[in-house]
């Protein structure tokens, strides 16, 4: 009765060790850092953006 509870990969339903297994768990962290880095992108395109028309209306008046 020594039987070692068997966790799945709530991601890929492999058995794993851990909640997630190794391979997953290297996707998704790989997935957050690629959102994150879209993110900061797309925040730092918008904000140059709103700068660039900021002063082309302050220099069309
Ligand atoms: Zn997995």
Redesign the pocket.
């Known amino acids: 009765m020594t039987e070692k509870k068997k966790n799945l ?1 709530m ?4 058995p ?1 060790e851990t909640s ?2 190794d ?2 768990k290297r996707q998704i962290q790989g997935e957050a850092a690629d959102k994150k880095q879209k993110i900061e992108k797309s925040v730092k395109v918008g904000s140059e953006v709103e700068k660039d028309r900021r002063i082309k209306h302050k220099t069309d008046k």
């Open positions: 990969c991601v890929c339903a492999k794993s997630i297994c391979s997953c």
